[in-house]
């Protein structure tokens, strides 16, 4: 199959009416406009790399993402905005490229929106000004995120808190219909005065790829001994994540053979601090987290903000038992003690109690596992996903 990226110039010179002009009869043209995509992974991109090419079964779709490297998908235009030279914690964001974006949603019939950075933000004030639909995915509860992501400690977070609310509760009422992944997060926005409409399409995980596997044949490949107790987290590493509290339980940790792997990357500060001990692996950013997973024997989730939790989930598929702060949708779909455990994540001695007792009760283990993925099955499904979204992209 054909491989697209159209660059800043071919688009100028590009008649909107042939953008418009469906490929196929019946299809719509759908532009996907992101603040993270690939080559950077992170929830964001695991996502939409699972969703695009559901959706491209009924929609010609362009992607507008940062710059982060070459990337191609078949069938798929991908528009590249530059970055900028600033970088907050582990991430640069775009250029504000408002004209661009603005030609580019004039000439599409419908925009799938993902967050409100530099390209959200142009996104939105174009689709509300050239009369265009746009449906924003709530993937974080920006409010949250942007001041424990950005300024974790200092005088000014108390001072950002308010503008987020202020700028999000803007933007996001200037949208057609928000698309949150559970009820409460519908819940939260309404609550915080977000008067937009909002339609309910909970994520998916393939069980098929994320499933148990074998966990000698995970570690023999990954050089880790096959008595050794292992506890991981994977995703994204940020102040938000709250992973210094794992290091510090997983430091108090009394067990004779232990390690810690956290797969993936992020602020560099953070990452130095795992990089100092011989008994934590750091990974880097990788898409191939499934090894990593089968090898655990527990799954730590400490952040202080989260809505689903892809990362959540995928463990939970893996029949992983999974400890984790009780977050966003988290709460309703962990049962704690029944399909997952729940700590306090202020709380470094809660943490390491929890993981020890999971270590000494190994049946306990497998029974959170096996419930877990049962769970997984029963609620989250991409398939479901896909169909839920393009339901409410095909109503706007």
């Not at 759908?30 to 964001?44: A, E, K, M």
């Not at 934590?280 to 499934?290: A, E, K, L, P, Q």
């Amino acid at each position: 199959m054909a491989k697209v990226i159209i660059d800043r110039d071919q688009i100028e010179r590009l008649d909107w009416r042939e953008l418009n002009s469906p490929a196929e009869k019946g299809r719509r043209r759908l532009l996907i406009t992101t603040d993270n995509f690939l080559p950077r992974w992170d929830g964001i991109s695991r996502f939409l790399s699972e969703i695009i090419p559901r959706l491209q079964q009924s929609y010609d779709i362009t992607v507008v993402a940062p710059d982060y490297g070459l990337i191609a998908i078949d069938k798929v235009t991908i528009e590249k905005i530059p970055l900028t030279k600033q970088k907050y914690g582990d991430y640069t964001p775009a250029k504000f490229a408002y004209r661009r974006i603005s030609r580019l949603v004039r000439s599409h019939a419908l925009v799938f929106n993902q967050a409100v950075g530099p390209i959200g933000i142009c996104a939105i004030i174009a689709a509300r000004r050239s009369h265009r639909p746009i449906a924003s995915y709530i993937h974080s509860i920006e409010w949250e995120l942007v001041p424990k992501a950005l300024l974790p400690t200092g005088p000014f977070r108390g001072l950002l808190l308010p503008f987020s609310k202020r700028s999000v509760r803007l933007l996001y009422n200037k949208c057609t219909v928000l698309i949150v992944p559970s009820e409460n997060i519908a819940e939260l926005f309404s609550w915080e005065r977000v008067s937009t409409p909002k339609r309910v399409a909970h994520l998916g995980v393939d069980t098929t790829k994320f499933s148990p596997g074998d966990r000698l044949l995970a570690r023999e490949k990954l050089n880790i001994p096959p008595d050794t107790f292992v506890v991981g987290y994977h995703g994204r590493v940020g102040h938000e994540k709250n992973l210094l509290i794992l290091l510090r339980a997983f430091r108090r940790l009394q067990l004779p053979k232990k390690r810690l792997i956290i797969v993936g990357d992020g602020v560099p500060s953070i990452v130095e601090r795992f990089k100092k001990y011989s008994d934590v692996v750091v990974t880097g950013s990788t898409n191939h987290v499934i090894p990593y997973l089968q090898a655990m024997n527990v799954y730590v989730q400490p952040s202080f903000t989260e809505t689903t939790s892809l990362a959540v989930i995928e463990a939970m598929a893996c029949e992983l038992p999974v400890i984790s702060s009780k977050v966003g949708y988290i709460q309703h779909y962990i049962i704690d003690g029944k399909n997952g455990v729940f700590f306090d994540n202020t709380n470094v001695h809660d943490l390491t109690t929890k993981i020890t007792y999971l270590h000494n009760h190994p049946e306990l283990c497998l029974q959170l596992g096996k419930a877990a993925r049962k769970t997984v099955i029963a609620e989250f499904d991409w398939e479901r996903t896909a169909k839920d979204i393009k339901g409410i992209l095909d109503s706007i």
